[in-house]
Structures are given as C-alpha cells and as structure tokens.
C-alpha cells in the first residue's frame, strides 16, 4: 500500500475544542514539505443490518472493485449510517443497536485490516433505546473508542474530529441536530480549523465530511447541516465537502455570496434510491438556485463510492460503479473551475413524440398544506380541455422526490403542445412540482416531455407553510420552510382564484 507509513505520521488529531492551534503552528514548516501524492476513498450511507442494504457482501465486492482498478486509499471516509438502528418504522432497543455495532465495526475491520476507517455519524447512527436520539451511550461505547484506535489518539467524547494527511486536512462533522452543546462546540471548532488552515502554507486541501447536505439539491425537506454552509463558505482552501443521507449520487457547486464556491459530493453508498434514472429529465433542480450554481452533474445512483486523488494543485474526483466502470469524473484545482471529464447519468430518457402511443400519464407531485381536510372537491385536472379526474392530496409531507402519484390520460389527446389545467374550487394554496407527460409507446418504451421547469404555486409561495422538521430534544421543534429548500426564482405563482393553466412539450 502507498504508505501507510506516510499517512499515519502525517496524522494531526483535531477533536473537540483542543488541538485546533497544532494546524496553526505548523506554519513554521513554509514551503519546507515535499509534496506526495494523496489518494482517499469516499462511502456513502452503508446501513448494516437494513434487510435490503447487502452490507456484508458489498463491503467485499467494494475492496476487489478498489484492488481491481488499482486504488490504494490511504483513508477511507465513510459518511454516517453506518448502521440501520431501525426496525420498521422505529428504532431498535440499546441491546440491539449495541449488537449492529459490534458486528458492522467488526466487519468494517475484516475487510480494511489496515486502511484507517473514518466515520462521520449519521442520523441511524444516532438512533437507539427506543428514541430517534437515544444512541449516544452505544456511540460512546463502541464507534468513540473505534475511531480513537484509527486515529491513534484520543477525541474527548466528541464526535467530530480532523486529522491532518499529506498537504490535506480533513473535517469530520457530527450529524448535527442531536445535541444543542454540541452543535454549538462543533460550530466554533469548524470556523477555528477552517481560520487556521487558511493561514497555514503547509496545507493546501481542506475536505469536510457530514451526513447531511449543506444544501438539498432535489430533496424538500429539514436539513441539519445547512447552517454549516457559510461556515464552510468562509474557508479559501476547501476543495470538497462529502456527504450522503438521501442515497443519490450528484455533484453540485454553490456560489457563496461574500464568501467562496463550495463543492458538494453527494455518495449513494450501498443502498441507492432512483437507481439509473436520468435526474436532469424528470426532477426539477432546485439547489443550489440557478443564480448560485456554479456545476451541477448528476452520476447514475446505483451501488458506488468516490476516489479523490489530489497531485499538487490538480484534483480528481471519480464516482465508481461497484463493480462496473466510472460513472463521473471530474478534475479541478478550485471548485468555480470544474472540468468534467466523463459523466454517466444511467438510463437515458427518451424525448420524442412517439407515433403510436398505449398509454399516457401526467407525473407530478402535490403538496397541500391543509391536506387533511374532510370535505369539498379537489383541483380538478383538465387535460386538452378534457378532464382527467382530480389531484390527490399528499399523505405524507414532502420530503421526497418520486413519482409518487401519476393519472392516467386519454392516449388520443396527447399533442406536441399539450394544455394542462388544475382548477382551484377552494382557493387554496398548493404547490405542483416536478410536472411532465410520459407516453408510452407500441413497444413499451416511455417517451417523456419536457419537464415543466417551475414549481408550481397556487397563490403567493410565501404565504404556504412547510409543516415538518425535526423535534429535537432540547429546543423543540425545528421547522423547515419553503424559501430555505425551494429558491424564490424557481417558484412560479399562479392566482388563487383562477385555474393553474401549463404547458407541456415534447422538443
């Protein structure tokens, strides 16, 4: 292996507020260190012990994907939910959650013997005894003392920490939201890592790693870590921020304003949702906003990882197939100036009028806030002129992004141009996104519109409430809301007491 050797006396331990100034004081070094080459592997969500995750067997298949094409990672930077911790739709008892652990940091061993394996808690990982936030003592228990071995040095109960390898620092966050102190400590220690890696000549890569996104970049729904953003922001050297949490694959760069570009790499890991559909056609991007985005690529989710491979100022990072090929790869020395060197989105989306159409659906995803009214009508959907029954009201809160409710349409209607009209009998305030007809023609092969490239709002989109977040034990509940996760200038309103009238074309 390149050398372990190099990595481990490289290794600088930053954990909870101590320790940080050591980055600082390396100042002195000025121009004195020889550069080599470093090389680290990134892993999304893994989740042991979930019934459809494969954990065991893709943790195998991931090492001989990495001995095959020749990767030798000096780290390997795991990006939380190492374990399930859940049962159905709650979390398993502490005696439980105590087993996962033991098993899955085992397993994690067995396959790495002698690869440093570095965690960054997830909200799984925090799950126990019952309770969403009830997995501190098995933390403390068994990922503290597996990470301190790792490392080589102690983190003082805390569950975020840096170490230092090469010309590069790395950051490892905790799944923020779990423990007001903590965040709070966490925060000063991020901005005093960040401050003093900037002022040190020694170091010329920061990586950050977090569960969660700075931003949602298709996902409407609570994000704990999007106050960490201009924190990230603020710092000249970081090159890259991992994360996972939604099991997809994208790579997107905001552009901060007062502050500088951050890139995000979202990893899939074991246990990818949308497996190879084309995002760009049939999701709206909503984050960052167009006026922020700097890049934005959206690799096939499928079972995978990232390799970053930094060689002086020039950066590599390749999202790879387990067992398959590269699916993304990308080269830059600061993230506003990103050069994509291949990008395999999954399966292709056909876009033609098809000549001979079976069936005909109009996909789209509702919210209404009062959702659980009992009584009146519905919006009415008019296709062409021609009703087309009525939208249903969301069950759940919007979260997500699925097609997770489709009507059937009249094939004969479907034109190039096509009309769709959602009446408004109530004057209610709704929002429609991620709007498109699929036709599916003679051989079974889905022809899609394109995307209406608007969330659609019935009356103004300020005056609609986004009612979920995370109840959290110490300060309640934090609500998200729609101007945080959808951008004002991706939102078109409609009047509350007309109809919604769109248009829908195939190219």
């Known amino acids: ?29 000025k121009g004195k260190m020889e550069y080599s080459e470093t090389c680290f592997a990134v892993i999304g969500d893994i989740h042991y012990f979930n019934a459809h995750a494969s954990a065991q067997e893709r943790m195998r298949a991931l090492r001989e994907d990495l ?5 030798a990672p000096d780290l390997i930077c795991q990006v939380g939910d190492v374990i ?16 996962q652990w033991r098993a899955a940091l085992k ?15 997830g909200n799984h990982d925090w799950y126990g005894n019952r309770s969403w936030f009830g997995g501190w ?40 939201g779990m423990n007001a102190g903590m965040d709070v400590e966490q925060r000063e220690w991020l901005k005093k890592s960040l401050a003093a890696a900037d002022a040190n ?34 710092s000249r050297k970081l090159k890259g921020y991992f994360t996972g949490h939604v099991h997809r694959n994208n790579i997107t760069v905001w552009r901060t304003p007062g502050g500088n570009p951050v890139l995000q790499a979202v990893a899939a890991g074991f246990c990818p949702e949308s497996a190879g559909v084309v995002q760009e056609a049939r999701f709206l991007t909503l984050n960052p906003p167009p006026s922020a985005r700097a890049y934005a690529a959206f690799p096939e989710s499928c079972p995978s990882y990232c390799v970053v491979v930094v060689n002086g100022e020039e950066i590599r990072l390749r999202f790879e197939k387990i067992g398959g090929p590269c699916i993304g790869e990308i080269r830059y020395k600061t993230p506003d100036r990103i050069e994509e060197l291949s990008m395999m989105p999954g399966k292709q989306v ?45 069950a759940v809160t919007w979260h997500v992004n699925h097609f997770r409710y489709a009507v059937e349409l009249p094939p004969e209607l479907l034109k190039k141009s096509n009309t769709v009209e959602f009446t408004n009998p109530r004057r209610e305030f709704f929002l429609i996104r991620d ?25 103004n989109h300020r005056n609609i409430y986004m009612n979920f977040g995370l109840i959290h034990p110490e300060c309640g509940i934090l609500h998200s809301s729609l101007e945080y996760n959808v951008p004002d200038e991706l939102i078109e309103d409609f009047p509350i007491d007309e109809p919604v009238r769109i248009k829908l074309e195939y190219p």
Not at 208 to 232: K, M, Q, S, T
Request: with cysteine; net charge neutral.
């Open 435 to 459: 709007c498109q007809l699929e036709a599916v023609d003679s051989t079974g092969v889905s022809h899609f519109s394109a995307l209406y490239p608007k969330v659609i709002s019935a009356g």
């Open 84 to 99: 399930e911790n859940q049962e159905g739709s709650d979390p398993v008892s502490g005696e439980e959650g105590a087993r």
């Open 1 to 29: 292996m390149r050398t372990m050797k190099r990595v481990l006396t490289a290794l600088l331990l930053v954990s909870g507020m101590s320790g940080f100034l050591h980055a600082a004081e390396e100042a002195e070094e």
């Open 67 to 71: 001995r095959k094409k020749k990767f």
């Open 201 to 234: 000549p020694a170091i010329r890569h920061v990586w950050g790693f977090g569960h969660c996104g700075l931003w949602n970049v298709n996902y409407v729904r609570f994000n704990e870590n999007a106050g960490l953003l201009p924190v990230f922001a603020a």
């Open 107 to 121: 397993d994690i061993k067995e396959v790495f013997p002698s690869v440093p394996f570095l965690i960054a808690a």
């Open 137 to 176: 003592e098995n933390l403390k228990r068994y990922l503290l003392p597996f990470l301190e071995k790792e490392l080589g040095a102690p983190l003082n109960g805390q569950t975020f920490y840096s170490l230092r390898c090469g010309d590069s620092l790395f950051l490892f966050t905790n799944h923020v």
């Open 350 to 394: 056909q876009q033609v009028l098809p000549e001979e159409v079976k069936k005909l659906r109009l996909h789209l995803y509702p919210y209404f806030p009062e959702r659980f009214l009992p009584h009146g009508k519905n919006p009415e959907i008019r296709f062409n002129g021609v009703s087309a029954g009525m939208v249903a009201r969301n």
